[in-house]
């Protein structure tokens, strides 16, 4: 499967944004996704996911509250709803997935999954 990352861009903090991140190759719901960012001089971080199924979501503690995870199963779209933006989301948002499933509690970290898409930047200014 092939993914691409969408949405970023330039917000004021405490605005909100829609990534968006879109298969092609493969049904999607089938397919646990992830989202992960990396910061300039920092290592690439768990932002959250979501199972194949449905149902489980895991999020970062930095992002918890704010953020959310959504299918569009007709599109073959998951997308990253974030709200309330802080300066320190600034990142490289990037999407990923994989066949696995983990369960309720699991934080999967970057390699658990096989598929990556490239990254779209996300600019909060304060």
């Known amino acids: 499967v092939q993914l691409q990352a969408s949405g970023g861009g330039l917000v004021q903090a405490g605005g909100s944004l829609r990534l968006s991140c879109a298969a092609s190759?493969?049904?999607?719901?089938?397919?646990?996704v992830g989202w992960f960012r990396q910061s300039p001089g920092k290592e690439r971080e768990f932002v959250g996911a979501?199972?194949?199924?449905?149902?489980?979501?895991a999020f970062a503690d930095s992002v918890k509250g704010r953020f959310t995870i959504s299918r569009g199963y007709a599109k073959n779209t998951v997308d990253l709803l974030m709200n309330t933006l802080k300066p320190e989301d600034t990142a490289v948002y990037y999407c990923?997935?994989?066949?696995?499933?983990?369960?309720?509690?699991?934080?999967?970290?970057?390699?658990?999954?096989?598929?990556w898409g490239l990254g779209t930047l996300v600019t909060v200014s304060s």
């Open positions: 990923a997935a994989t066949r696995r499933r983990f369960s309720s509690g699991y934080f999967p970290n970057q390699d658990y999954f096989e598929y």
């Open positions: 190759g493969g049904t999607f719901s089938l397919y646990t």
């Open positions: 979501t199972v194949s199924s449905g149902g489980i979501t």
